[in-house]
């Protein structure tokens, strides 16, 4: 199995385990957009604790990548997509960025 593969299986198991099926289409679209990230062992997970981490993930995805105006809303979708991963200590990007992009209806960029 290739790397890729296991990243994409890892990822549906942990959205399974938060109760959510799976656009492998999407998952597949967003995990390619993040290149080789999703391999290294740090950056392949969002830390989730860390303030600056967030503030990363707000400016280069959500208004760097997914082209929306900074706001409360995006604060509010960040502190969601954390809740519904909670107990989940090695949140995966891919998982992250994929509810992201579903929470803001933003699939037509990975179309």
């Not at 999407?26 to 989730?48: E, F, R």
């Not at 967030?54 to 979708?77: M, Q, S, T, Y």
């Amino acid at each position: 199995m290739s790397a890729f593969t296991e990243v994409i299986e890892k990822s549906i198991e942990q959205l399974s385990n938060v109760g959510i099926g799976a656009d492998e289409a999407l998952l597949t679209a967003v995990a390619k957009g993040l290149g080789p990230s999703i391999y290294n062992q740090d950056s392949s997970l969002v830390a989730s604790s860390d303030p600056e981490e967030l503030a990363r993930v707000k400016n280069n995805f959500l208004i760097g990548k997914l082209g929306l105006e900074d706001g409360p809303d995006l604060d509010a979708a960040i502190a969601e997509t954390v809740a519904t991963l909670k107990g989940i200590n090695r949140k995966l990007r891919v998982v992250f960025y994929y509810l992201l992009v579903k929470k803001f209806g933003k699939e037509a960029i990975y179309s």
